[in-house]
């Protein structure tokens, strides 16, 4: 039987989704495509909500942030990005950040305590005791990391190869909808929780939603061949992300349940119960999206709220 002939819009995912930092301009994919600018930019809408040449930037900007948070020179990072000197780079970048990338690595040099470490370990002794050999071997292994707010964790379409543990911050789980390209907030993490991406981090699938920082982030990760070998080595930590992934199975399995309520003060009651301190830290839109209702409504019910706590 013959194979069914790939058409141009899944060539479009296959070819940029997976190999983009493979094509430096959007000439690149109209020549190995094949197609008209025209085909390219209407099959990009479709499947990303953005124009060809916006989608590759992305790509670029995410990538180029990826390497500065692990220091790399930034003559390197403009060789790896494909921009020709460090002046359009460093233009390109702050355009997309609001900050040059000097100022990010100057933030990147934040000095953390052996307090953070400590922590992360008070954390792991909740969900169950920690051995010497355990706690030696995490001292070696988990480093720290400084996300300013906008500089992504995880971006949709990447794999991840993180865990991350939030220590001072908070963070937005979202994905775009290819129906209407608007983004979808399906969670937040603050200081105290863990973060992973569970199909992303151990099945290296592409991430299906991009983790950002609505605050400034400080955070202590592991990488995953480290998570690995402490799944191997000791059992215990086997049982710390069983309960781990209880918890938060638990936590999406009631906002699943409190969005099947058609009414929209059922939900606020809801957020406002479970997640009363995301108020005044996180954007109306952000919660509205979160609860699935608009955000004249999410206003309106706020504002109904305030009132009865006058009385």
Known sequence: MNAKPITPLSKVLQLIAHKPLRYKSVSDIVIELQVSEKELRRACKTIFGKTPRRYLQEIKMAYANELLLNNVPLKKICKATGYSSKNTFTAAFSKHFLA???????????????????????????????????????????????????????????????????????????????????????????????ILDPNSFYLQLPATVTIEPLEDCETIYAELKDVLYLYEQFPETLHMGRKIADAYSGAVALHSQALLKSKGEARFDYLQNQYGHLMGRVPFDHLASFINISVSSLYRLRKQWSKKQRR
Not at 114 to 138: K, M
Not at 156 to 166: L, S, T
């Open 100 to 194: 040059t990338p000097t100022k990010i690595k100057k933030l990147l040099k934040v000095k953390y305590d052996t307090g953070d470490i400590d922590e992360l370990l008070h954390f792991l002794e909740g969900l169950h005791p920690v051995s010497p050999g355990l706690r030696d071997y995490l001292l070696r292994v988990l480093k720290h990391q400084f996300y300013p707010r906008g500089n992504l964790l995880l971006k949709e379409a990447y794999c991840g190869n993180r865990v991350w543990f939030v220590v001072n911050g908070l963070v937005r789980w979202y994905y775009t909808d290819e129906n209407d390209s608007k983004q979808k907030t399906t969670w937040f993490s603050r200081e105290g929780e863990v």
